[in-house]
């Protein structure tokens, strides 16, 4: 059998722990033996950002503006605990955060529907890809705590030295706390563009929300950008795709997405993204059945799994434990990746080799084979737990049979 041929590199950012190990075993057993891969390999292991004082994040992020589509492995997020584990010379930063913020990138996250596992809202038979603003809001707020007799106003100064000002409160007869914050219409203007797109390319109705009858100028100005950048860039060509912008209030949306059956992108303000996010991953069953992708306003892309390097069953797995670790979000990120680079190179062989491993593997859960994790979940009878590499090699054997 060929292997089948690749143009332009794919970025591949290698990761730590659990995942790093799927990460492998994807490659070696799902990949390789079919695609004649073509990667730019960056290594995101927390030990190479270390020695690299985490140049080879910003690298891998440049690389990813350069050819457009990446694939990221989960990578451990130091906090205090890591930094004497890994010997740190700095607490680094999220490289996800570091990614985001170098593509200016909004991030959809979809769940991966497979048969014998109802979501907990069982009319939700498509799924609903959440796009969280990641800018601003409370998540870079400033905030006070006041005592009784202060009075709070909120000041702007402008550029020829005008205050404008505001009383947010008169705390005289008693203690408080006051909030400050803001968001940039660029930043809006960029989230906006990432979620048409990614509506043109997945063929999905985008729904909006607000509290904008409260917040008449802060939630109101997300509002109106929205709107002016769908009718001033997108609605012919939404209305060629079939496909709908639908603004309504949060708590209508709320009401709406309990209703609905999926099959949308439902973005959200950051808090309402980052509340929601955690609320339709746990009615979907699992986080490790969560995709996640990074799209720039520009459309670049890179492609993960939701979930985390799965620190736990690593350490089993130190030990020389069989691990039952789920995979499936990973093999996706690459899926989705494969896809990308074929849309964009051209290749209908690549894109037909990503249909048929996204086939193989929920094929492989729905004929009752699967990790503990789902196992767990699944009214499927008969079913059968495997290990982590078992269940690759189990997907293998029907992918064989598709190409
Ligand atoms: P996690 O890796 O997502 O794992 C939390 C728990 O969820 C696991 O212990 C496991 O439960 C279950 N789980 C998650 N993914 C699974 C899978 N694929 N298969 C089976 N079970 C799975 O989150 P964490 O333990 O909070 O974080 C570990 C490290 O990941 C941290 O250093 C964090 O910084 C990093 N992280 C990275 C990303 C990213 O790169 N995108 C995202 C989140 C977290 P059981 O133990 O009960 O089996
Ligand atoms: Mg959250």
């Known amino acids: ?50 020695e690299t004082n985490d140049r080879v994040t910003i690298d891998s992020a440049e690389a990813t503006k350069k050819y457009g589509v990446a694939v990221k492995c989960a990578t451990i997020t130091p906090n205090a605990a890591r930094m004497s584990e890994y010997d740190l010379k700095e607490m680094w930063k999220s490289p996800n955060g570091t990614i985001r913020a170098i593509l200016d990138g909004t991030v959809f996250r979809a769940p991966i529907l497979v048969k014998g596992i109802t979501p907990y809202i069982p009319t939700w038979t498509k799924p609903i890809t959440i796009a969280r603003h990641a800018y601003g809001d409370v998540y870079k707020n400033v905030e006070m705590r006041v005592d009784a007799g202060s009075k709070a106003e909120l000041v702007c100064t402008d550029k020829n030295g005008n205050e404008t000002r505001e009383l947010i409160y008169d705390f005289s007869d008693e203690a408080g706390i006051i909030q400050g914050l803001h968001n940039r219409d660029k930043s809006i203007a960029s989230f906006a563009r990432a979620c048409f797109n990614y509506a043109l390319d997945t063929k999905q109705d985008v729904w909006f929300a607000t509290k ?7 939630d109101h100005r997300f509002k109106d950008i929205f709107q002016e950048i769908f009718d001033a860039e997108y609605k012919e060509k939404f209305e060629a795709a079939n496909i709908e912008y639908f603004y309504t209030l949060i708590d209508d949306a709320v009401a709406r997405v309990i209703r609905s059956e999926g099959g949308y992108i439902w973005a959200c303000k950051n808090y309402d993204g980052d509340v929601m996010s955690d609320m339709v991953a746990t009615a979907y069953g699992s986080l490790a059945m969560m995709t996640s992708v990074l799209v720039s306003p520009d459309g670049i892309y890179e492609y993960e799994a939701a979930h985390g390097t799965v620190q736990r069953h690593y350490y089993k797995y130190l030990k020389g434990e069989k691990t ?80």
């Open 1 to 50: 059998m060929s292997k089948i041929q690749m143009k332009t590199p794919l970025v591949e950012m290698d990761g730590d722990e659990m995942t790093r190990i799927i990460w492998k075993m994807i490659k070696d057993i799902l990949l390789v033996p079919y695609v004649d891969l073509k990667t730019e390999y960056y290594d995101l292991g927390l030990e190479y950002r270390n």
């Open 212 to 218: 904008d009858t409260i917040s008449k100028k802060y």
């Open 324 to 403: 039952s670790t789920n995979s499936v979000a990973t093999i996706f990120a690459w899926t989705g990746a494969l896809r990308k680079r074929g849309e964009l190179d051209e290749l209908p062989d690549l894109i037909k080799f990503a249909d048929n491993l996204e086939k193989a593997t929920i094929q492989t859960i729905e004929e009752g084979v699967m990790t503990g994790d789902l196992a767990a979940l699944s009214s499927i009878e008969n079913k059968q737990t495997v290990d982590t590499e078992s269940f690759l090699k189990a997907v293998n054997e029907r992918l064989v049979k598709l190409v």
